[in-house]
């Protein structure tokens, strides 16, 4: 059970928008860390995808985007394409009586139809 | 650039320790502000932070992992270690290691470790 909370799969045609949310609570999110999203292809590494909640590497395709607000944050993908087809991670920071350190969400299972 | 390197036995019987060594090249492992991360994988599943070390020795664990975690590190060597004991079938996964700011910047390819008899 992971800390931040994705759906387990979306899935959307060549060309439109999908959005995968990301749900934490106060002692992540909401305490103020900032939310990074990772793309994971089959058999290879997580890759940054965006960072600080909404900043692109360069590189990433301006189709992607991040925002946050509050406990939450969201992953928009804009005019899919079929090489989207991947895992989506989100991960933050958290910080509790129980200890601190890097905390991912479950991860989002991409289709392109 | 930074590259990391995970190194270390395949296979582990179960209620024996798992050992891992991470090699950072392209840079030195005491400069910046990193911490030097352990992330593992199960097939299929999710990733799960282990836990991370910084250069002057200070740890971090996940709570669920904190009792059968050490992380060390050796500067000399830029390297840093991960040891699981009391293994079982549900610590096989890929295991990353990785260097991060709370942000993830480096990652190292990952390894696959196989807890079986």
């Known amino acids: 059970q992971s800390v931040l909370t994705q759906p387990p799969s979306v899935s959307g045609a060549p060309g439109q928008r999908v959005t995968i949310s990301c749900t934490g609570s106060?002692?992540?999110?909401?305490?103020?860390?900032?939310v990074h999203w990772y793309q994971q292809l089959p058999g290879t590494a997580p890759k940054l995808l965006i960072y600080?909640?909404?900043n692109r590497p360069s590189g990433v395709p301006d189709r992607f985007s991040g925002s946050k607000s509050g406990t939450s944050a969201s992953l928009a993908i804009t005019g899919l394409q079929a090489e989207d087809e991947a895992d989506y991670y989100c991960?933050?920071?958290?910080?509790?009586?129980?200890?601190?350190?890097?905390?991912f969400g479950g991860g989002t299972k991409l289709t392109v139809l | 650039q930074v590259q990391l390197q995970e190194s270390g036995p395949g296979l582990v019987k179960p209620s024996q320790t798992l050992s891992l060594t991470c090699t950072v090249s392209?840079?030195?492992?005491?400069?910046?502000?990193?911490?030097w991360s352990w992330i593992r994988q199960p097939a299929g599943k999710g990733l799960e932070w282990i836990g991370r070390?910084?250069?002057?020795?200070?740890?971090n664990y996940n709570p669920s992992l904190k009792s059968r975690v050490t992380i060390s590190v050796d500067t000399s060597k830029n390297q840093f270690s991960l040891k699981l004991s009391s293994v079982t079938a549900a610590d096989t996964a890929v295991y990353y290691c990785?260097?991060?700011?709370?942000?993830?910047?480096?990652w190292g390819q990952g390894t696959l470790v196989t807890v079986s008899s």
């Open positions: 600080g909640n909404s």
């Open positions: 991960q933050s920071y958290d910080s509790s009586l129980s200890g601190s350190g890097v905390v």
């Open positions: 070390i910084y250069t002057s020795g200070s740890t």
């Open positions: 392209g840079g030195s492992i005491s400069s910046g502000s990193y911490y």
């Open positions: 106060s002692s992540n999110i909401g305490a103020g860390y900032d």
């Open positions: 990785a260097g991060e700011q709370q942000l993830v910047d480096y």
